[in-house]
Structures are given as structure tokens and as C-alpha cells.
């Protein structure tokens, strides 16, 4: 399954409680938390690029399936990680004890992130 298209946030579960545990600032929580931003995904193979318009910045990231690559957090820091595909159309990895989870069904991305009990859910639909 291809992820390439660009997706505009639908509904966000918990996003205020989950950016304040990650340490995101409170106005740049403010200026997300109702925002309907728009990321796009060009995939090419095992190789994906990721743009995401944080309402501050822009946030690109490269990575390779199965291979370490440094990928920018929300709160602007760089850590290595492995972005594994778990079926074909599963995206996982593990960043700073968050386990992040991209899944798309049809036109729908749901982008689950969990730390510790808290859950950040964000549905977004192609465009």
C-alpha cells in the first residue's frame, strides 16, 4: 500500500494532555490544538519523506524502512530511531520511550502515539 498523498487532520484525541507530557510549550499547544494542518507523505519504495506543518514550523523527515535514521521530534530535538512496516500498511517506531503508530486504511491515516498511559490519536483523510 502506497502512503504518498497529502492529509488534512480530521479529529485529535487527547492532544493537549500528550504534547504537555512530551514538553511542548503551552503556546505552541494552543496554536495546534484546534488546527486542521495539512502533512503530506511522498513514499518511494522503502524510502519516505514526511512534511508536517506544525503551525510554528515546518517538520521534514526522511527515513528508509528497516535502516537508523534521525528524525526531528515535535519539540524540535533529533533522535535516531528505526521505522519498521508491519504489514503493508503499518508504520511503528519507538522514540523517547513514545511508541508511534501511522496506519492507513483506504484514504484514512491514523496516527496513534503513546507514552507511558497517556494516548495521542490524530485521524487525518487524504485530499
Do not use: W
Not at 69 to 94: A, I, Q
Request: with cysteine; glycine share 8%; hydrophobic share 35%.
Amino acid at each position: 500500500m502506497n502512503f504518498s498523498g497529502k492529509y488534512q487532520v480530521q479529529s485529535q484525541e487527547n492532544f493537549e494532555v500528550f504534547m504537555k507530557a512530551i514538553g511542548v510549550p503551552d503556546e505552541i499547544i494552543e496554536k495546534g490544538k484546534d488546527a486542521r494542518r495539512v502533512s503530506e507523505i511522498v513514499q518511494n519504495g522503502k524510502h519516505f519523506k514526511l512534511t508536517l506543518n506544525t503551525g510554528t514550523k515546518l517538520l521534514v523527515n526522511e527515513f528508509t524502512l528497516g535502516e537508523e535514521c534521525e528524525l526531528e521530534t515535535l519539540t524540535g530535538e533529533k533522535v535516531k530511531t528505526v521505522v519498521e512496516m508491519e504489514g503493508d500498511n503499518k508504520l511503528v517506531t519507538h522514540i523517547k520511550g513514545i511508541k508511534s503508530v501511522t496506519e492507513l486504511n483506504g484514504d484514512t491515516i491514523t496516527n496513534t502515539m503513546t507514552l507511558g498511559d497517556i494516548t495521542f490519536k490524530r485521524i487525518s483523510k487524504r485530499i
